[in-house]
């Protein structure tokens, strides 16, 4: 069975910086992956997707922003965020593109301040 554990959130003020990570366990080889984020009283929305080839895709809202990357031999995700901003706080999760979703982990907690 296929365990994401997100880690890395926090609080930080406005234009800080912050790197997200994500361990899958329970697969030889994780294929695409995403990061997605869940504000209070809002939808779940993804915000950045990368490809196992390493192409990568982003919400308009954090394109210039925020980075994902990956490094398959520890089968982790990453998600750089600099410049952040108050509405990016949310909880964050990584898992696979819509349609092909693993059970959602934990997520990890993102605040910024203003």
């Known amino acids: 069975q296929v365990q994401l554990v997100e880690s890395g959130g926090g609080l930080v003020q406005a234009g800080g910086s912050l790197r997200l990570s994500c361990a899958v366990s329970?697969?030889?080889?994780?294929?695409?992956m995403g990061w997605y984020r869940q504000a209070p009283g809002k939808q779940r929305e993804r915000v950045a997707v990368?490809?196992?080839?390493?192409?990568?895709n982003y919400a308009d809202s954090v394109l210039g922003r925020f980075t994902i990357s990956r490094d398959n031999a520890k089968n982790t995700v990453y998600l750089q965020m600099n410049s952040l901003k108050p509405e990016d706080t949310a909880v964050y999760y990584c898992?696979?593109?819509?349609?092909?979703?693993?059970?959602w982990g934990q997520g990890t907690q993102v605040t910024v301040s203003s």
């Open positions: 898992n696979a593109p819509v349609g092909y979703l693993y059970s």
């Open positions: 329970g697969i030889f080889t994780i294929r695409a």
């Open positions: 990368i490809t196992s080839g390493g192409s990568t």
